[in-house]
């Protein structure tokens, strides 16, 4: 079984650049989580879906962070404009709930974003 | 609201020597509990869970962690590490509110010394 895929795997920006972040999460699952890593605030999450549907977002640090799940294999996490504390690495993870594996998350390897 | 703190931002160890990271979390509400590992520049992967049932677990790579509800704890133990269990290990909760929302720790850096 193919994991989750995160595209690009670095990105390297200038401040007020937008940068789009791409997930395809695991066939069959229906929640898609979106994660930022940083030394100083560890892993946050950012907002999550279920069967595409936007659930939570109270994680979204601010107007400049958009995302969409326009179909069940697609995600995406737009920052505009960019900002230099925007630097972090980006997760995408996706689950299903049922049976032994409920609340298991499936984490791609993830998204590297720097903005100068 | 869930929260989950981990009281070792570091621990070096020498190798088979036996390890524990601590975790304690906070909830109103009945909760699931997760231990993940991250290696360099990978994603994380989940080493064990307590969804319900026996409060000591077991995992991958001869891990095991035991839930203990009275002191809100959920303790990561290996009796003999090895070089290769170097690594950043998360502790991680989610109410059992038919949400979704998993909160992590800040993370435990594993450092296995020869």
């Known amino acids: 079984d193919a994991g989750v895929i995160q595209s690009p795997r670095h990105e390297v920006t200038e401040m007020g650049q937008e940068v789009t972040l791409r997930c395809k999460p695991i066939?069959?699952?229906?929640?898609l989580f979106w994660y930022r890593q940083t030394m100083m605030r560890g892993l946050e999450l950012l907002i999550y879906f279920n069967n595409n549907v936007p659930i939570d977002d109270s994680g979204m640090p601010e107007d400049r962070f958009s995302a969409k799940m326009p179909n069940a294999s697609f995600s995406t996490l737009k920052i505009q404009p960019s900002e230099p504390r925007d630097s972090a690495v980006y997760f995408c993870?996706?689950?299903?709930?049922?049976?032994?594996?409920?609340?298991?998350?499936?984490f791609g390897e993830g998204s590297r974003l720097t903005v100068l | 609201a869930q929260s989950v703190t981990q009281l070792d931002s570091q621990v070096p160890v020498f190798e088979e020597a036996p390890v524990e990271l601590r975790c304690n979390y906070s909830s109103s509400v009945s909760v699931y509990l997760f231990w993940y590992v991250q290696y360099p520049n990978q994603g994380l992967q989940l080493l064990l869970k307590?969804?319900?049932?026996?409060?000591l677990v077991k995992g991958i790579n001869g891990f095991e962690a035991e839930f203990n509800k009275s002191q809100t704890s959920f303790h990561l133990r290996k009796p003999s590490v090895h070089i290769s269990d170097t690594a950043e290990y998360f502790c991680a909760v989610r109410e059992n509110t038919g949400g979704f929302k998993t909160i992590f720790g800040a993370g435990t850096r594993l450092f296995v010394k020869a």
């Open positions: 066939s069959g699952h229906d929640y």
């Open positions: 307590y969804l319900s049932g026996s409060t």
């Open positions: 993870a996706s689950s299903f709930v049922g049976g032994v594996r409920t609340g298991e998350l499936f």
